[in-house]
Every structure is written in structure tokens, then in C-alpha cells.
């Protein structure tokens, strides 16, 4: 059983900053990578950042030079800096972790942070 513990959405207005925090919890050997997705209503899901085991990140276009992603090993905690935040990044944030486990490799998700992006 492999938990994820999401925190750190809310209100926040335009220009304005907001951390997400995902914690994994459970039974897994190790992670393979971890990140974010989001989705706001009536758009498909989009990955936002992930990082790998080594270290190395990826980003979506639109957050690129806004939000960095990182990681606390210690603690299996996937961290998102999301700075200047603009309307648009309104959605859903999902925690994702890619681990392995004894019976494989699987994705786990957390349930959901809301950001709202409003003046």
C-alpha cells in the first residue's frame, strides 16, 4: 500500500506564489520519479513538472522559468514552487509517484489540491 499526502493549494491572485507539498508514504523500494499533474475543468490532464532519480526535471512550456520542482529524499517528498501565477494555471494539482515495489513498477496519485489563480 503506497499513500500520497498532497498540501499547499488555495486562493491565491494574480502575480502571487503558492508551494505544493506531496508526501509518499508505504511500501516501495524505491522511486523512479515523482511530479505533478494538473487539470482544469473541461481540459485533459497535463503534466506539469517531474522529477527523476537522478535528479533531472522536466516542465511544461507554460510554467517553464515560473515553477521549479524538487525533492526532499529523506522524506519521499516531492516539493512545486509556483511563482508569478497567472489565471490560466487555475486547475486541479495531482501529486504523482512512479516507484518500485515487489510486485513492479506502478504509479500512484494523491487526491487532488485545488489552486485558484483569481483577483
Known amino acids: 500500500q503506497v499513500q500520497l499526502v498532497e498540501s499547499g493549494g488555495g486562493l491565491v491572485q494574480p502575480g502571487g506564489s503558492l508551494r505544493l507539498s506531496c508526501a509518499a508514504s508505504g511500501r516501495f523500494f524505491s522511486i523512479n520519479a515523482m511530479g505533478w499533474y494538473r487539470q482544469a475543468p473541461g481540459k485533459q490532464r497535463e503534466l506539469v513538472a517531474t522529477?527523476?532519480?537522478?535528479?533531472?526535471?522536466n516542465y511544461l512550456d507554460s510554467v517553464k522559468g515560473r515553477f521549479t520542482i524538487s525533492r526532499d529524499n529523506a522524506k519521499n517528498t516531492v516539493y512545486l514552487q509556483m511563482n508569478s501565477l497567472k489565471p490560466e494555471d487555475t486547475a486541479v494539482y495531482y501529486c504523482?509517484?512512479?516507484?518500485?515495489?515487489?510486485?513492479?513498477?506502478?504509479?500512484?496519485w494523491g487526491q487532488g489540491t485545488q489552486v485558484t489563480v483569481s483577483s
Open positions: 504523482y509517484l512512479y516507484c518500485h515495489t515487489t510486485y513492479g513498477d506502478y504509479d500512484y
Open positions: 522529477i527523476i532519480r537522478g535528479g533531472s526535471t
